[in-house]
């Protein structure tokens, strides 16, 4: 990185330039929120520094596409039955009043994070009292960072140029700092120690019983419980050697983290719950699960056990039935292969149909998201009736396991990614959280053991943060 004093200044010569070139009336109402995205190239972020304050992470591995946020300009939040509607109206009223300025014409549109909970009335309560229930966050500075470019964007609650210049300096100087930090080297394997499970290994046994029970008497299809472990290393865990971690080992993965008021939650997902742009959007259809082996003839077996289990696939054709039928409301064509195909990670394999359509009319995203969500993946089939049961036998909130979390821009377009492979830390403590799909052939035994391969992909990242 360049000299971190001169590269400040030349950075905040030109972000006063633009905003010079604003409209005389923009950013002067409560309400407006201006953003401006420059130019970055002496910029690079390889892994997520380390960070004070409320920040927001965004990764996909695989694509080397970072999204870093830094502080909030604004918060919208909802809570209930309607919280995802309520909450994209409220984000399409503050888009007629986001301003962005692209003075490099870089490409790099605005946006923001957002995240829910599984349940739209979880209280967000112990351990997940640092996170709301639903809401969208504005950054106040947003890294973009593709294989070819980098940019950043400042956004502010007005335009008055001084105002903006000492906030940008301050968060330019957060930002620099922590990029030119060298890594802080690993401490070694943690020791990590099990301190609670909830449920029991017993009261799973009893659960699962119940509700397979359940499923052959015709009362649903599918049920989705979870377990929640917690751990304690033997130092104060760091989310950005966690996140690097994550990086390493699952690079198909869609890695998300967020930090606010010192409870930071992190993701490895494989699911994707939708992407949009423009007209069209994708949706991952994931169901059916089965261990990695390191011996390839070994691995190859286990995926063809998967892809022709017939417990397996009707678990997976229930949930690719139920995101087509909420898709069908939203979108003129839609697509989706006959067949799952293996979607391979680190340690697991699943059953993965990726889902294609077309949408009709100015829908947004978090109105198909409202009504995806939650999928029968994450929740059950029919979707009442498994959170019936959830509700009925599992009364341990989930917060923001099973909800989803990504990003939102100034056009609309978005990608929202389904919470799995999960931890929120506290401190030297974490909670790990896993579920397994509980259908009329399920033993609750190898639903036991599914679930701890789930949370083995958390604990082995946790082992170096």
């Known amino acids: 990185m360049p000299n971190r004093p001169s590269l400040i200044q030349t950075i905040l010569g030109r972000l006063e330039s633009a905003l010079t070139s604003l409209p005389p009336r923009a950013g002067k109402q409560t309400h407006e929120l201006i953003s401006i995205t420059l130019t970055t190239p002496e910029l690079h972020m390889q892994r997520l520094p380390r960070l004070d304050g409320n920040w927001f992470y965004w990764c996909e591995p695989s694509r080397q596409r970072y999204l870093l946020g830094i502080g909030e300009a604004l918060r919208l939040t909802a809570t209930g039955e309607d919280r995802l509607s309520r909450l994209s109206d409220q984000f399409e009223q503050q888009r007629a009043s986001w301003h962005h300025l692209d003075p490099d014409t870089c490409g790099f549109r605005a946006a923001a994070f957002t995240g829910f909970a599984f349940d739209p009335n979880d209280p967000m309560q112990q351990n997940w009292a640092g996170l709301p229930n639903a809401a969208i966050f504005f950054p106040e500075l947003l890294l973009h960072q593709t294989p070819d470019n980098c940019a950043l964007t400042f956004s502010f609650r007005h335009a008055a140029p001084r105002r903006a210049r000492l906030r940008a300096r301050h968060l330019l100087q957060e930002l620099t700092d922590s990029l030119g930090r060298n890594p802080e080297p690993s401490r070694g394997p943690n020791r990590l120690a099990r301190t609670a499970a909830i449920p029991s290994y017993d009261e799973w046994i009893v659960q699962v019983n119940e509700a397979t029970q359940q499923i052959r008497q015709g009362c649903l299809d599918k049920v989705v419980p979870f377990r929640r472990i917690s751990v304690r290393a033997d130092h104060p865990l760091n989310p950005a050697r966690l996140m690097a971690s994550l990086d390493d080992l699952y690079p198909s993965s869609l890695l998300f983290s967020i930090c606010l008021d010192n409870s930071t939650f992190a993701a490895a997902t494989p699911e994707r719950l939708i992407t949009r742009s423009n007209q069209l959007i994708r949706c991952d259809a994931i169901g059916g699960t089965i261990r990695r082996a390191t011996e390839r003839n070994e691995d190859h077996e286990l995926?063809?056990?998967?892809?022709?289990?017939?417990?397996?696939?009707?678990?997976?054709?229930?949930?690719?039935?139920?995101?087509?039928?909420?898709?069908?409301?939203?979108?003129?064509?839609?697509?989706?292969?006959?067949?799952?195909?293996?979607?391979?990670?680190?340690?697991?394999?699943?059953?993965?149909?990726?889902?294609?359509?077309?949408?009709?009319?100015?829908?947004?995203?978090?109105?198909?998201?409202?009504?995806?969500?939650?999928?029968?993946?994450?929740?059950?089939?029919?979707?009442?009736?498994?959170?019936?049961?959830?509700?009925?036998?599992?009364?341990?909130?989930?917060?923001?396991?099973?909800?989803?979390?990504?990003?939102?821009?100034?056009?609309?377009?978005?990608?929202?990614?389904?919470?799995?492979?999960?931890?929120?830390?506290?401190?030297?403590?974490?909670?790990?959280?896993?579920?397994?799909?509980?259908?009329?052939?399920?033993?609750?035994?190898?639903?036991?053991?599914?679930?701890?391969?789930?949370?083995?992909?958390?604990?082995?990242?946790?082992?170096?943060?």
């Open 303 to 465: 995926g063809r056990q998967l892809l022709n289990d017939p417990k397996s696939r009707h678990e997976h054709a229930l949930v690719v039935k139920g995101i087509l039928a909420s898709l069908n409301a939203h979108c003129d064509k839609l697509a989706a292969p006959d067949s799952p195909a293996l979607k391979r990670l680190r340690k697991l394999q699943h059953l993965w149909t990726g889902i294609s359509g077309e949408l009709r009319g100015d829908t947004t995203l978090l109105r198909i998201a409202s009504d995806l969500h939650p999928t029968a993946a994450v929740n059950g089939f029919p979707s009442a009736s498994a959170g019936r049961w959830l509700s009925t036998y599992q009364n341990d909130n989930r917060g923001w396991y099973t909800g989803a979390a990504g990003w939102l821009d100034h056009q609309g377009d978005g990608e929202l990614a389904v919470l799995l492979r999960c931890a929120l830390l506290n401190g030297e403590s974490a909670e790990l959280f896993a579920g397994a799909g509980i259908t009329s052939e399920s033993c609750p035994i190898a639903e036991f053991q599914e679930t701890e391969l789930k949370f083995g992909t958390m604990l082995e990242a946790l082992e170096y943060a």
